[in-house]
DNA sequence: GTAACTTGTTACCTTTTGGTAACCATGAAA
DNA sequence: TTTCATGGTTACCAAAAGGTAACAAGTTAC
C-alpha cells in the first residue's frame, strides 16, 4: 500500500525521469490510449494489442495502477471480470498523448 | 547508411510504437531536451546528466543521429571536439517535450 | 619524456525485461 | 462428468540494456 506515485519519484528532482517512469516502455502510452475514451475488461485491451504477452499486460496494468493512472474494478463473478479505466491522473495525459500519436502519424508513418 | 527513419517502423501502423522507438528508454528525452536550444559538446551533455554513463551516452546519441533526430559535428582537433545539435525533425519534438516537462513538474513533483 | 585532455571503443559481467507453457478457480453448458 | 470461459500466476529460459574498467590517439603543458 505505499505505492504511491510519490516513491517513484522519491530521488529524482527531473521531471522526465518521472514522467517516462510512469509512461515509459513499449506499451503504457498504448494501453493508456486504449482507455482514453473507454472502460475496457482485459480481454478487451489484450485483443487490441496482439504483441504484447498476457503476463507482461498483467504487469504493465499492475504498474499503471499502482502509479494512479488507470484504476481496477474487479467483479465478483465465474468467469471473471475486470474492468479497467483512467483516472483522473491518468485522463491528464490525453493531451500530450493526442500530440505524441499525431506527430509519430504525421513524421514517421505518413507516406506523403 | 540504411539507418534511415523509415527502417525503426518498417511494420508498424502503431504511431506510438513508432514514436516511442525513436524517444522512449530512460534517456532519450532528457537529451533531446538538453539540446533544444543549444549545441553542446559531448562533455557538456555528459555533465548534465551525471547518472548515464558514458558507454551508453555514446550508444543513445548515435541512435538518436541515425534516427534523425540529432546531428553530430565533429571537428578534427585533438584533443577531439564534437558537437551535438537538433535536426528539424528533433526540433519538431519541442511542444511535446515541453507538455512532458510541464505535467511531470506539476503531476509528480510539485510538493503542492 | 611523461602526463593530461577529450571522445570514444572494447571486453566482460550483472540486472532488467519479456517470452512460452503449464496451471488454477468455479460456475455453466453439453 | 468433462469441457469451456476469464483473468490471472508461476517456473523457467532468452534477450536486451546497462555498468565498470582498461585502452586508444595526438597535441600541449610540465
Known amino acids: 500500500m505505499d505505492n504511491k506515485v510519490e516513491n517513484k ?14 509512461i515509459g516502455g513499449r506499451w503504457k502510452t498504448i494501453i493508456i490510449f486504449l482507455l482514453l475514451d473507454h472502460t475496457r475488461r482485459f480481454g478487451e485491451i489484450a485483443a487490441r494489442m496482439p504483441s504484447i504477452s498476457r503476463k507482461v499486460l498483467t504487469e504493465q496494468l499492475k504498474e499503471l495502477e499502482s502509479d494512479g493512472l488507470i484504476s481496477r474494478k474487479q467483479y465478483k463473478e465465474i468467469p471473471p471480470r475486470v474492468e479497467y479505466s483512467l483516472t483522473e491522473l491518468g485522463q ?5 498523448l493526442t500530440d505524441m500519436a499525431a506527430w509519430g502519424q504525421e513524421k514517421l508513418l505518413d507516406t506523403v
Do not use: H, M, Q, R
Request: aromatic share 6%.
Open 9 to 22: 519519484v522519491e530521488n529524482n528532482s527531473c521531471p522526465f525521469t518521472a514522467t517516462i517512469a510512469l
Open 92 to 96: 491528464s495525459l490525453k493531451p500530450i
